[in-house]
């Protein structure tokens, strides 16, 4: 049981004490699971290694007291467990969807008593904490370790992992002499299960040199040649996704990426033959499974290490290799797949590259033995010749992989359909959907437990292990909405306070929270509901009371590189600032954009939304979750008919869902055709709307600020905002009559809840493990 000495003690003094007790059970319940996952491997099972760029963990402490059974002795003994929660410092280990996805797997594995290890890289000041400067975003380092991390725990595990140098023959193989080294070091993060005593284990790389500085170059007084060794190490652990506008920051990348693969490999085939194993059973007893094509080096590196390092054929290294490997594919985006040059993989990573070419010659021959024309190779090849000679890092991935997976119907659909349609037709098995799902530990249990507390009294605590539980509410939906009605007033009041807190913006908790919180990027369309904030606004003005009362509450980072992004949250902040101000429309519609979006700022904000944005391009967004949080925590949500949007409407029921906007099929016509400065021409309301953002309405002192973002858009438009704009204020009307009768609004929100049971990780992770990991 934890105890608290002194219950006067500081915060930070109480935050650091029940990390330690928490960590001392963590650390027992490890050495436990170890024991017991080899016992699993060796009666057949396989561990599980997922290799992600990042994971988004969000804060410790509350899911490591929920998870020990500890929450309530603290509440028994008067502790303000809220306070000690708002003093932790979110991990900056992630940026979005991706990263937190895989904390909710790791969260699944230990639920599901997998054995499993989550391996990523240990960043010193994550992507960036984002402050907003007259109404800009300026980046800066997330000092997150700064006081020390209570949570993690440094092993005495180190790999060498190379870069640059040169390969020479040697016997019948091939050597690789590095130009320089860095020793990748373990530092381990213990993720609980809920329960049991099973933990699972997210290891995460940290670099230091090799080597001491060069001394004498130290005694000459040059002091940067000296140190030069260390500052090139330490700068693979600063920062998440290092701006690729320059070759710098490129080849910072891709250093990166082999730091994760190399350090983690070693690691992987050190501990099975620690365990007492045969090389040659690497591949029965272990997984490798790839979060997107960041990790997409591994096929190529544990060929080299199989080959190089412990003497195997390249046959019998790839058979290893092609059975513990799958791959899941995150975008539909081709500029979102990564590509490197040839040359700097070259530079960087010589062997490596001589690898690729043994794959892809090996690989193009089969091709070719199948009867398809050179066209079709040079599609399909893992270089591509015709751009730049560039390797092609998901073309990697498939190749190498036994499986393939993405991660909504519409998604794996449309995968084999159009950017990867020719592997699709060779390797056609190899492909298939898992669709995403969320842990409701976290985004129930703990985001919402004033929620939890309504659901364990209408269907018990089973929903925790179980999310199809919530089916039961169905019957309960009469009884459940008022309940549902006071918890999330209560969540919005809290929402509200901070914004007034941190933001100097008063809003009403009884008006309606309309939430679009995603890393801000054209295809997630935040400028379209922009335009629609606009509209509202100017049909405001014309009509004082024609709509109900409603706060827009936008988050997210845009990346440091992307400059219409950027402008994107410079607008929201230009049209809040007016809005906001003006006394004949601010009890009825406010704008805000809460700055720093992480995973702890969702918790605030999701259990307080009532209209969920997940306003993507259809048939951009592979699956989304965010999505299935906010309906998880009664929102109801405005999208389109894109990624797991669409198995929401068919699982809730699409009358309880507000779907909007051209569809796939109909993009897909309207392409070749599609004049979006013609279209705008016809549609008053957005000229309207583009005219007054355009001539400075909301940036009077710089009048021509927009000018360029939106000539770009009625120039191209390649994520039809003109063409869906008309529909989504019309379906935004609607949601205003339906939100006047609170009523059935709610019982909406009980719906949605109780069809929310297939969107569990616990169910994903259990698909993927028949699937994939057997």
Request: proline share 3%.
């Amino acid at each position: 049981m934890i105890e608290l000495a002194n219950e006067k003690t500081s915060v930070a003094h109480t935050l650091g004490a029940l990390s330690a007790q928490c960590m001392a059970t963590l650390q027992s319940r490890w050495s436990s699971t170890q024991v017991a996952d080899r016992q699993q491997i060796d009666a057949g099972a396989r561990r599980v290694h997922y290799l992600s760029m990042e994971f988004l963990l969000g804060r410790a402490l509350g899911n490591a007291l929920m998870a020990l059974g500890e929450r309530k002795t603290l509440d028994q003994q008067g502790v303000d467990v809220g306070a000690l929660l708002e003093s932790e410092q979110d991990a900056a280990l992630g940026n979005g969807g991706l990263g937190r996805l895989a904390a909710c797997f790791l969260d699944a594995f230990a639920q599901a008593g997998l054995p499993a290890f989550g391996y990523g890289l240990r960043f010193s000041y994550g992507m960036f904490a984002q402050r907003i400067s007259d109404g800009r975003q300026v980046e800066e380092p997330d000092d997150w370790l700064r006081d020390g991390n209570p949570w993690e725990v440094r092993r005495d595990i180190r790999y060498l992992v190379g870069f640059g140098g040169r390969v020479v023959s040697e016997g019948a193989g091939r050597r690789w002499i590095p130009a320089e080294r860095v020793e990748a070091n373990a530092y381990d993060f213990i993720v609980p299960a809920h329960s049991s005593e099973r933990v699972v284990t997210l290891r995460q790389w940290h670099a230091r040199a090799a080597e001491p500085i060069d001394f004498q170059a130290f005694c000459r007084g040059d002091i940067a040649a000296a140190g030069r060794q260390l500052l090139a190490a330490d700068a693979l652990n600063w920062v998440l996704y290092p701006d690729d506008s320059t070759e710098a920051g490129r080849e910072l990348r891709l250093k990166q990426e082999a730091l994760l693969v190399s350090a983690s490999l070693q690691d992987v085939i050190a501990r099975h033959l620690a365990e007492g194993r045969r090389l040659d059973d690497l591949g029965r007893c272990s997984a490798i499974h790839l979060n997107d094509t960041h990790p997409a080096l591994a096929p190529a590196e544990l060929l080299r290490l199989l080959i190089d390092e412990h003497g195997l054929s390249f046959d019998a290294a790839w058979a290893i290799m092609f059975r513990m490997m799958s791959y899941t594919n995150h975008t539909l985006l081709p500029e979102a797949l990564e590509t490197w040059p040839v040359a700097m993989i070259e530079r960087c990573l010589p062997r490596h590259l001589e690898l690729i070419y043994e794959i892809n010659a090996r690989f193009l021959s089969e091709v070719r033995a199948r009867g398809f024309d050179e066209s079709f190779v040079q599609r399909v090849s893992l270089v591509d010749e015709q751009h730049g000679r560039r390797v092609r890092m998901a073309h990697l991935a498939i190749v190498a992989s036994h499986g393939i997976n993405g991660v909504a119907a519409l998604h794996s659909a449309l995968m084999v359909k159009t950017i990867f349609a020719d592997f699709a037709q060779l390797y056609p098995a190899r492909f298939f959907n898992v669709t995403n799902g969320v842990t409701p530990r976290r985004w129930l249990e703990s985001a919402n437990p004033a929620l939890a507390a309504v659901f364990d009294d209408a269907i018990g605590h089973h929903w925790r292990h179980d999310l199809n539980v919530l089916r039961q509410l169905d019957a309960k939906d009469s009884v459940l909405s008022p309940r549902l009605r006071a918890v999330k007033f209560a969540n919005k009041e809290r929402l509200a306070a901070r914004v007034r807190t941190e933001l100097g913006i008063t809003i009403d908790a009884e008006s309606m929270f309309d939430v679009h919180i995603k890393r801000i990027h054209e295809y997630k369309r935040q400028l379209l509901n922009l335009l629609h904030v606009v509209w509202r606004y100017q049909a405001l003005l014309d009509r004082p009371s024609r709509f109900v009362p409603r706060t827009v509450i936008l988050a997210g980072k845009a990346a440091s590189a992307y400059a219409v992004a950027k402008d994107i949250i410079r607008l929201t902040h230009d049209i809040a600032r007016v809005i906001n101000s003006d006394r004949r429309t601010n009890d009825r519609l406010k704008l805000v954009f809460m700055p720093n979006y992480g995973v702890s700022l969702a918790e605030l904000i999701v259990p307080a939304a009532d209209l969920s944005e997940q306003i993507s391009t259809a048939g951009t967004e592979a699956s989304g979750t965010g999505n299935m949080k906010f309906a998880l925590n009664g929102a109801l949500t405005i999208g389109t008919w894109d990624g797991a949007n669409i198995e929401m409407a068919e699982a809730i029921g699409s009358d309880d869902l507000f779907i909007f906007g051209h569809r796939v099929e109909s993009l897909a016509k309207l392409r070749d055709s599609y004049w979006p400065r013609q279209l705008a021409a016809t549609l008053p309301d957005l000229q309207r709307v583009l005219s007054a953002i355009a001539e400075g309405q909301f940036s009077p002192g710089e009048p021509h600020r927009y000018r360029g973002l939106i000539d770009g858009l009625l120039n191209r438009d390649r994520y039809f905002l003109v063409a869906d704009f008309a529909d989504y204020v019309a379906t935004q009307e609607r949601i205003d009559a339906e939100f006047a009768h609170a009523a059935n609004w709610h019982a909406k929100a009980a719906r949605n809840i109780a069809g929310m049971g297939f969107f569990s990780a616990d169910r994903c992770v259990a698909e993927y493990r028949h699937r994939v990991w057997s």
